[in-house]
Nanobody, 124 residues
């Protein structure tokens, strides 16, 4: 069992930055990949970024490449999403999730544990 709790969301102006955190408990933290997804009102859940268990592989959605950075600190059981140059279209609830196969990192249905989400609002 993996439990995930996100934090760090908030209101920021366009062009600003935020750092989201995802604190995990349960199974050995380094044994699974972590992904970040987001969902805006009326839209489907969108893949944002993922990082492998030991942090050696990272992958980003096209809409955030070059602006967002995913990282993890396995000693602290925590993953991060550093978000820079934020745009109003980045406004969404952001979720972290755990997956046990790198093959499925962009597919939300393959993730087996999810946090409750944290709201990010970017004003223009």
């Amino acid at each position: 069992q993996v439990q995930l709790v996100e934090s760090g969301g908030g209101l920021v102006q366009a062009g600003g930055s935020l750092r989201l955190s995802c604190l995990a408990s349960g199974r050995t933290f380094s044994s699974y990949a972590l992904g970040w997804f987001r969902q805006a009102p009326g839209k489907e859940r969108e893949f944002v970024a993922a990082i492998s268990g030991k942090g050696l592989m990272r992958y980003y959605g096209d809409s955030v490449k070059g602006r967002f950075t995913i990282s993890r600190d396995n000693a602290k059981n925590t993953a991060y999403l550093e978000m820079n140059s934020l745009k109003p279209e980045d406004t969404a609830v952001y979720y972290c999730a755990a997956v046990f196969s790198w093959d499925y990192i962009t597919i939300a249905d393959r993730y087996t544990a999810w946090g409750q989400g944290t709201q990010v609002t970017v004003s223009s």
